[in-house]
């Protein structure tokens, strides 16, 4: 007994090592494996009708995808996508985000194992594409279906590896009672007047007036700031980096200057504020304690849980001489894409077609306020005045921005190093000049 | 041997001192039963209108049973394999002392140093060309593979026994696995309960592997259901909570049993120095 | 005793599952870990060696690098702090008074739970002003905030805290069990020749148990080096980069920026200092007992 169990573990051992060995050049081994898994889920799930579907013009098989929607949110895409092809089985694996899925997605490619529908998104996209592993969808019938905004986003080196329905729309969540009761009426024009605001804010008897996002993205007032002072009057502005015109401290360096006095050193923005756990200060804003927050769309469902009464809208952010107003957001979800690896391309694109029916974007909405942006769907957040405003001079307009969607090079440390940086400035007084010189040494080094 | 007085004196100095250590577990109790609304207003203090929403919203469309029960398959077979095994080779290295197995303990102990996290990408290389993606025997052949702390401590154990009984045993006619089973492995018993309740922990709250190497959500196991509530732009930590709640009610039933064990097990077995 | 030849086999014999498994699940990745380390392994580029040019880029990288700072700080501090405070806990255990069993339940149960939930959970209760519960308490008795999550210095403090809450129960449980096997008429000794407390703990106790104390240095410390999930779910990492860990800056330099060459170079870094660290502890743990 012992030593037929020492027996098999040797095999095991040999096998294992031989077999580990190969994996590089030798793909199959890897397919078979995922084919395994999957006809083992099949025999485990007794009750589903996974009968390989006999009609000829039907499509029927297996997709995978991996994702970071919740699985509501997927159940959505997968209903309504089932009741379209019944045959095709959609396995849904759900990794957290942003890093456990970047995790999970590179040990699955890297072990050529990989789903065949994915999410392509800022984090991973230039690693993805360099290496070759999606499939160009340029000149596919579903790059067609996106609309023309979302289509500007989701374009990466004139080519379309993603597509995406729709996205977020944020900027400033604003306490609309304690606007009023500050004695403030119009949206600000400047940005002058939006600091006063803030100021005004400031004077309420136990109201916060603002809380910037400094705990985690690029979700912070500076982003928006940047977008109306840069994007609004001179779209062109990452190639000039890439021609070598312009570099990145050119940018940010007035923008951090404009933040850091009129946030930091005036005392809006405190460290005391910056300690709050981000979900804390977003309780607090639900709660009516803050006058304003940094937030989007993907906040709807959490102050709907908390507070249903809340008076609150989103509002842009101006530049400094009023001449542009931008939004935090983009229409890049989700961003779904297909491995060129995928033997399933078919269904995949079939998939994909899909989700610009009105019952997947219906479902998006509803479960996760993920606006809808496709030609000819009303989105039933165009009569919600929260967001009303912003959908029509934000998203539609295309004044909505996200640094990451423009960086083309090491995206992932720039973004680390804005997050690192805004704290700095807020924390330790590193000056704007320095903070903004990071970005050029990111993006120059190897 | 006469029993010391009772103090209250200690009493009164450690009884707040388990106050401040048990707060955060019944923050997360008493989280776990509180709205959303209820937890952005009043996180700290007791329940006012206690709910179990977060609970059923947790297990929705994925049988809770199912993932529970993977779990303790995963928990029970590691702990025993692990045990097993690595007292096993512990035996082997103490009682067959050559200059192989001096090496063989060396290496074995190297495992100590590896940052697990380190070796993903080549685990996952490996799991994908065994074909143990999704597999829960996956999970456990890589828990019972890392036993360089069970090795070092039943190797600490076995060499702390008196030769006498197992050469008593020997004269007696008794085979090398009889001697382990029958004489050896019973004595390392305190050791045994120290080592079971560490690799329970370990792996029952072992989040890292089940993430990477699991893929289909009814064969996740209950670590993973928690961190599904915690999406990119919002936490919703009643149902987190919720979920914690209910995978520590295990390991607390554990625990209390083997308490009285660890205790006594340690003491009586005495612990040479 | 001589040990027969067949034996001889026998005993390998029950080596080999450990062998095996622990070969396959541990050190094969180690190796091929090690082997990365040496190349530009990424993804869509064939794979070349380029020698150490990984390890340097690892070291120069200031992530890397502050990582480390924070990583053996955190390694020292857990390990002497928990330890000491775990011995004073065991030896406190050790009085007769009425809730003994519910004293030791409570702190154990700490290091059931899993470290990501306790830093989830620790974080709200870390919070900064008069939002966090600890915070509540040091300003009703007169003191003045902290800001655990936005300070360097405090947010250090809070991660050491929280690694204090989980590890002191079982450290003590630990020791209180090898304190219970000692033989009473030691202390009776003690007691005759005018030992008070300490000298009691000092010479008589702490010595007896010292083998239990190394183990749990050396499991500590190596636990320490490793450390992750705690910072990552109480700070990420912030404010700005100063509470990083070796291990996290191996996820996001491998993880998130795909630098698989360098991520496997700062593994390599964290197994060897390790090793040597561990194996000093060990070396000066023997001194002290000898």
């Known amino acids: 007994m012992r030593k037929c169990i020492a027996l098999i573990l040797c095999l095991a051992l040999m096998t294992g090592i031989a077999a580990c060995g190969q994996s590089k050049q030798d793909a199959p081994a890897g397919d078979g494996a995922k084919q395994e898994s999957s006809t083992g889920n099949e025999s485990a799930d007794a009750g589903a009708d996974t009968d390989a579907g006999a009609d000829s013009g039907e499509l029927s098989g297996t997709l995978s995808i991996l994702g970071w929607y919740s699985d509501e949110v997927a159940q959505g895409w997968i209903d309504h996508f089932n009741s379209l092809y019944p045959d095709v089985k959609v396995e849904y694996q759900y990794a957290q985000a942003v890093q456990p899925y970047m995790e999970k997605l590179q040990g699955l490619i890297m072990s050529d194992s990989a789903p065949d529908l994915i999410l392509c998104v800022a984090e991973n996209r230039v690693e993805l594409v360099d290496g070759n592993m999606l499939m160009d969808l340029t000149d596919e019938h579903v790059a067609e279906l996106m609309s023309e905004s979302c289509k500007q986003q989701v374009l990466f080196r004139d080519r379309i590896y993603a597509v995406t329905v729709g996205g977020s729309i944020g900027g400033l969540l604003v306490n609309m009672d304690l606007w009023e009761q500050a004695g403030l009426g119009e949206d600000p024009k400047t940005w002058g007047e939006l600091v006063d605001a803030m100021h005004a804010l400031e004077k309420l008897d136990g109201v916060t007036p603002f809380i910037n996002n400094v705990t985690d993205a690029t979700i912070t007032i500076e982003t928006p700031l940047y977008g109306a002072t840069w994007l609004g009057t001179d779209s062109d502005y990452e190639k000039k980096i890439e021609n070598g015109e312009k570099t990145y401290a050119d940018y940010w360096e007035p923008i951090f200057e404009i933040t850091k006095r009129d946030i930091y050193d005036s005392g809006l923005m405190t460290e005391e504020l910056a300690g709050l756990p981000w979900d804390t200060a977003l309780n607090n804003f639900a709660l009516g304690q803050v006058g304003m927050i940094v937030g989007a769309s993907w906040n709807f469902a959490d102050i709907e849980a908390i507070n249903p009464d809340l008076n609150y809208k989103i509002m842009g952010v101006p530049n400094v001489d009023g001449t542009s107003k931008y939004y935090l957001g983009d229409c890049l979800e989700p961003s779904l894409a297909i491995m060129e690896s995928s033997e399933n391309k078919e269904i995949a694109l079939a998939f994909l077609e899909s989700l610009f029916d009105e019952e997947s974007l219906l479902s998006n909405e509803e479960q996760v306020g993920l606006i809808g942006c496709v030609d000819g769907y009303n989105s039933i957040f165009s009569e919600n005045p929260v967001c009303a405003d912003a959908l029509v001079e934000g998203m539609q307009a295309g004044h909505q921005f996200m640094p990451q969607t423009y960086w083309r090079k090491n995206v992932e440390r720039m973004r680390a190093k804005y997050v690192e940086n805004v704290q700095a400035m807020l924390l330790t007084g590193r000056s704007p000049a320095e903070c903004a010189a990071d970005f050029d040494d990111i993006y120059n080094a190897e | 041997m006469k029993r010391k007085k009772k103090s209250v004196l200690m009493d009164l100095i450690m009884l707040p001192l388990c106050a401040i250590v048990a707060y955060p577990f019944i923050y997360v109790l008493m989280g776990a039963f509180k709205s959303r609304g209820e937890f952005a207003v009043n996180p700290y203090g007791w329940p006012q209108s206690a709910t179990i929403q977060n609970f059923l919203k947790a297990f929705e469309g994925v049988s809770f049973i199912r993932i529970l029960w993977n779990n303790i398959f995963i928990t029970a077979l590691s702990v025993l394999a692990v045990t097993i095994i690595s007292a096993m080779a512990a035996y082997a290295v103490v009682y067959n002392n050559c200059k192989v197995n001096r090496g063989i303990r060396i290496y074995l102990l190297l495992g100590f140093f590896i940052p697990f996290q380190a070796t993903l990408l080549p685990l996952y290389q490996l799991y994908s060309s065994m074909g143990l993606m999704d597999k829960l025997y996956g999970i456990i052949l890589l828990h019972a593979g890392s036993i360089s702390l069970p090795f070092f401590m039943f190797y600490g154990s076995i060499q702390g026994l008196p030769r006498e009984y197992a050469e008593a045993a020997w004269m007696d006619g008794c085979s090398v696995p009889g001697t382990f089973f029958r004489i050896i492995f019973p004595l390392t018993r305190p050791v045994m309960i120290t080592q079971v309740i560490f690799t329970f922990f370990a792996t029952w709250n072992d989040y890292l592997a089940p993430s990477l190497f699991l893929t289909s959500r009814d064969k996740g196991v209950l670590i993973l259901e928690v961190t599904r509530s915690v999406s990119r732009n919002s936490v919703d930590w009643g149902r987190s909570f919720a979920v914690v709640t209910i995978t520590l009610i295990l390991p607390f039933i554990f625990f209390l049993a083997a308490q009285k064990y660890l205790i006594s097990g340690m003491a009586a077995g005495g612990v040479k120095g | ?290």
């Open chain 3, 1 to 290: 005793m001589k040990i027969k030849g067949r034996d001889k086999i026998q005993y390998q014999l029950f080596l080999l599952p450990a062998v095996v498994l622990f070969t396959v699940f541990v050190m094969v990745p180690l190796v091929m870990c090690f082997v990365y380390s040496f190349t530009n392994y990424t993804v869509g580029k064939p794979l070349e060696f380029v020698g150490l040019k990984n390890y340097i880029a690892a070291l120069k990288d200031d992530l890397v690098v502050d990582s480390i700072g924070f990583t053996l700080l955190f390694a020292v501090v857990t390990t002497v702090g928990i330890t000491v405070l775990a011995l004073i806990l065991a030896i406190a255990f050790t009085k007769n008074c009425y809730t003994g069993k519910l004293q030791r339940a409570v702190l154990y149960f700490p290091s059931c739970i899993s470290l990501m939930v306790a830093g989830y959970a620790w974080r709200n209760l870390m919070a900064s002003g008069g939002e966090g519960l600890i915070n509540r308490i040091i300003m009703l008795f007169g003191g003045e905030a902290v800001g655990w999550l936005s300070s360097p210095f405090w947010a250090k403090m809070g991660i050491f805290i929280v690694a204090l809450w989980i590890d002191l129960g079982w450290c003590a449980t630990l020791f209180y069990a090898y304190i219970q096997s000692i033989d009473e008429s030691l202390y009776e000794v003690a007691l005759m020749e005018g030992a008070n407390a300490f000298q009691k703990a000092w010479y008589v106790t702490i010595p007896l148990i010292w083998p239990s104390v190394m183990i749990n240095l050396t499991l500590l410390l190596s636990q320490g080096l490793k450390v992750y999930e705690i910072p990552q779910a109480l700070t990420n990492g912030g404010p700005m980069r100063t509470t990083y860990t070796m291990t996290h800056a191996i996820l996001v330099r491998g993880i998130t920026e795909w630098e698989f060459g360098i991520a496997s170079a700062t593994g390599v870094i964290i197994f060897l200092m390790t090793a040597v660290l561990c194996a000093i502890q060990l070396k000066l743990g023997e001194k002290k007992e000898g």
